[in-house]
């Protein structure tokens, strides 16, 4: 049985310091002070590829329930252990299959995460009580830096409270987790803006848990047959998370977010249509769009994600415009839906979690 988060709420006073650092070549005094704080127990927010993780060491049960108790996370939600060599994935995984060699050729490091029996160097605390280990090799030179000097194996989720959207740069995490960690290191803005795609390895078929920048077809092309796994289109209060983001709502801004699915003119005028009935009700709505159409809408909050002819600005915009209605206190968000061809599936995903599955089809 994991211990409860609340026990540990003595860590969360504290001073937290931030140190700017370069992304391209990490000072090595910056990285052995960071090191050092993993090494000890402590906890360090460092920028990654795709969003800043929230680090401790993987293989101390007390770095997990650190993690668990800043971001007021759900302990049986799992941790990914973020390693820096292939080889160092023998010592915390098993029954490794022939088709994860070959992923790790083609994609790590990168934003890809797999998911593989695990070994007892593991705790259960870090793997959220299950026998299976997610593990990921970032490309980011800090956090390869931070990692190979950290230990090893670094156990991180996205640095943020939890639910919240997550943090694509440094300021992010402060606003969440100022006070309640030792260290942020600032790389700057991340270069994807959402989190690595997620294969499940441990069973007769790869099974994707969590889309991301790479996709089931890249997948295929590498190992052949991979499904997705049918729990990311619905919301399942009983179903045990295998993976993060499973499970709990995530990536939520405070208002209510509502997504509206369809053709373009029909989106268009129904959400025109329920921003003007929140007016006469004196409510402050706000309005998720792109460039293609942001001169269509007639409401004063109006925030284009980026164009569907470059998928990669709308992922790494998601979840700063999120925090940024925010600042704004709007009462509702309505979003167009973003069926794009390649990241329109890891897009909506992160949608439908922070909408809590609120979708308007026309």
Same mark, same amino acid.
């Given at each position: 049985?994991?211990?409860?988060?609340?026990?540990?709420?003595?860590?969360?006073?504290?001073?937290?310091?931030?140190?700017?650092?370069?992304?391209?070549?990490?000072?090595?005094?910056?990285?052995?002070?960071?090191?050092?704080?993993?090494?000890?127990?402590?906890?360090?927010?460092?920028?990654?590829?795709?969003?800043?993780?929230?680090?401790?060491?993987?293989?101390?049960?007390?770095?997990?329930?650190?993690?668990?108790?800043?971001?007021?996370?759900?302990?049986?939600?799992?941790?990914?252990?973020?390693?820096?060599?292939?080889?160092?994935?023998?010592?915390?995984?098993?029954?490794?299959?022939?088709?994860?060699?070959?992923?790790?050729?083609?994609?790590?490091?990168?934003?890809?995460?797999?998911?593989?029996?695990?070994?007892?160097?593991?705790?259960?605390?870090?793997?959220?009580?299950?026998?299976?280990?997610?593990?990921?090799?970032?490309?980011?030179?800090?956090?390869?830096?931070?990692?190979?000097?950290?230990?090893?194996?670094?156990?991180?989720?996205?640095?943020?409270? @939890?639910?919240?959207?997550?943090?694509?740069? !440094? =300021? *992010?995490?402060?606003?969440? +987790?100022?006070?309640?960690?030792? %260290?942020?290191?600032?790389?700057?803005?991340?270069?994807?803006?959402?989190?690595?795609?997620?294969?499940?390895?441990?069973?007769?078929?790869?099974?994707?848990?969590?889309?991301?920048?790479?996709?089931?077809?890249?997948?295929?092309?590498?190992?052949?047959?991979?499904?997705?796994?049918?729990?990311?289109?619905?919301?399942?209060?009983?179903?045990?998370?295998?993976?993060?983001?499973?499970?709990?709502?995530?990536?939520?801004?405070?208002?209510?977010?509502?997504?509206?699915?369809?053709?373009?003119?029909?989106?268009?005028?129904?959400?025109?249509?329920?921003?003007?009935?929140?007016?006469?009700?004196?409510?402050?709505?706000?309005?998720?769009?792109?460039?293609?159409?942001?001169?269509?809408?007639?409401?004063?909050?109006?925030?284009?994600?980026? @164009?569907?002819?470059?998928?990669?600005?709308? !992922? =790494? *915009?998601?979840?700063?415009? +999120?925090?940024?209605?925010?600042? %704004?206190?709007?009462?509702?968000?309505?979003?167009?839906?973003?069926?794009?061809?390649?990241?329109?599936?890891?897009?909506?995903?992160?949608?439908?979690?922070?909408?809590?599955?609120?979708?308007?089809?026309?």
């Amino acid at each position: 049985m994991l211990t409860s988060t609340k026990n540990y709420a003595i860590i969360l006073l504290m001073t937290t310091k931030i140190l700017k650092i370069d992304v391209n070549h990490p000072e090595e005094n910056k990285i052995a002070e960071a090191a050092s704080i993993i090494k000890q127990g402590g906890l360090v927010a460092f920028p990654t590829e795709t969003v800043y993780g929230l680090g401790a060491d993987a293989l101390l049960p007390e770095g997990a329930k650190r993690i668990y108790a800043a971001k007021g996370r759900p302990s049986d939600n799992p941790l990914i252990v973020h390693i820096a060599d292939f080889e160092a994935l023998d010592r915390i995984a098993r029954d490794i299959p022939a088709g994860a060699k070959a992923l790790a050729d083609a994609f790590w490091p990168g934003p890809l995460t797999m998911i593989f029996h695990k070994t007892s160097l593991v705790p259960y605390e870090t793997t959220g009580g299950l026998d299976t280990v997610a593990v990921r090799m970032p490309v980011h030179p800090v956090a390869l830096a931070l990692i190979r000097q950290g230990g090893g194996y670094i156990a991180a989720p996205s640095a943020n409270t @939890s639910g919240k959207p997550s943090p694509t740069q !440094a =300021k *992010h995490v402060a606003l969440d +987790l100022d006070g309640k960690i030792p %260290l942020i290191l600032d790389g700057g803005p991340v270069p994807i803006g959402i989190e690595s795609t997620i294969v499940d390895l441990s069973g007769d078929i790869p099974m994707i848990l969590r889309p991301g920048y790479i996709t089931k077809e890249m997948l295929e092309q590498v190992i052949g047959e991979v499904r997705v796994d049918p729990g990311l289109t619905k919301e399942d209060a009983h179903v045990r998370p295998k993976a993060p983001g499973m499970k709990y709502k995530h990536y939520a801004p405070n208002a209510d977010l509502i997504l509206v699915s369809g053709q373009k003119e029909d989106v268009v005028e129904r959400i025109n249509s329920l921003v003007r009935e929140g007016r006469e009700k004196g409510e402050k709505d706000g309005i998720i769009c792109t460039e293609e159409t942001a001169g269509l809408y007639q409401a004063d909050i109006v925030k284009s994600i980026g @164009s569907r002819q470059d998928e990669d600005s709308i !992922a =790494k *915009h998601l979840y700063e415009i +999120l925090r940024e209605f925010d600042e %704004l206190e709007v009462d509702k968000i309505y979003s167009e839906s973003f069926q794009t061809p390649r990241l329109g599936q890891a897009i909506m995903n992160r949608l439908l979690k922070a909408a809590g599955h609120q979708v308007i089809e026309v």
